[in-house]
């Protein structure tokens, strides 16, 4: 069966697929990210210095548009926190669906860990969704 998502539509489907709550979490040592990862995995190492929260975006991505057949939906980008007075480490990211708790997504920053100063450190991750036009399966 041929699978096709024409390109009027595609941006729509984007944002009906995150069109809940999406809660961005810090986790602070290496774990080997796979198809197999679940919030388990990843949730005994969150971040938990002063000054970090975990971030819900709610209501779907600001910005969607196609590129050469490729949806894409982005938001501004949500900014993690560090006000403790030691500097921390903080090694990637995931996102966790605000209704089934399930893991949607999840990414090791280049070069982790990455270094939030004390007092003032900052991390920025861009909340970002892309997909195809088509899927062909036959």
């Known amino acids: 069966m041929k699978q096709l998502h024409p390109d ?12 809940g709550d999406l809660i961005y979490h810090l986790y602070t040592s290496s774990v080997t990210l796979d198809y197999a990862t679940v919030v388990a995995d990843l949730s005994p190492t969150e971040a938990a210095w002063a000054g970090y929260a975990a ?16 949806a894409y939906a982005t938001q501004a980008d949500i900014v993690f926190s560090n006000t403790s007075a030691i500097p921390v480490a903080a090694y990637g990211y995931w996102v966790e669906d605000g209704v089934t708790g399930k893991i949607l997504q999840c990414g090791q920053f280049d070069g982790a860990p990455v270094t939030l100063i004390a007092l003032v450190g900052t991390l920025n991750v861009t909340p970002f969704l892309g997909d195809f036009s088509r899927f062909i399966a036959e």
């Open 8 to 19: 009027e539509g595609l941006p729509v489907w984007m944002q009906r697929l995150i069109a």
């Open 55 to 70: 971030i819900t975006i709610s209501g779907g991505f600001g910005t969607t548009g196609i590129i050469g057949h490729m």
